[in-house]
């Protein structure tokens, strides 16, 4: 079955870096378009970036563009969200997505940008 695992969460301080990954299987990784969302408590779940299987096109929400940049390696089947100059605001569960037929979700993994 569809099982996505997300690691590389934690705490960092404001402006300090993180990289999250997302280890795929039960599918053809390459062939589906993957993307990171992340949710605060209370609030409802937010894209952060997409990107296509073939030509690795990328969408960013705003309020990300310059600092985050999300990657993939087909061959390794896992999905990578470099996250920069992280701020107090990026502080929340971030979910790898596998745009295939309904979606499927990983169990999320917690960032906290916090001095």
């Known amino acids: 079955q569809v099982q996505l695992e997300e690691s590389g969460g934690g705490l960092v301080q404001p402006g300090g870096s993180l990289t999250l990954s997302c280890a795929a299987s039960?599918?053809?990784?390459?062939?589906?378009?993957m993307g990171w969302y992340r949710q605060v408590p209370g609030k409802e779940r937010e894209l952060v970036a997409t990107?296509?299987?073939?030509?690795?096109?990328?969408n960013y929400a705003d309020s990300v563009k310059g600092r985050f940049t999300i990657s993939r390696d087909n061959d390794k089947n896992t999905l990578y969200l470099q996250m920069k100059t992280l701020k107090p605001e990026d502080t929340a569960v971030y979910y790898c997505?596998?745009?295939?037929?309904?979606?499927?979700w990983g169990q999320g993994t917690p960032v906290t940008v916090s001095s």
């Open positions: 997505y596998a745009l295939k037929g309904a979606g499927y």
């Open positions: 990107i296509t299987s073939i030509r690795f096109t990328t």
């Open positions: 039960g599918f053809d990784f390459s062939s589906y378009t």
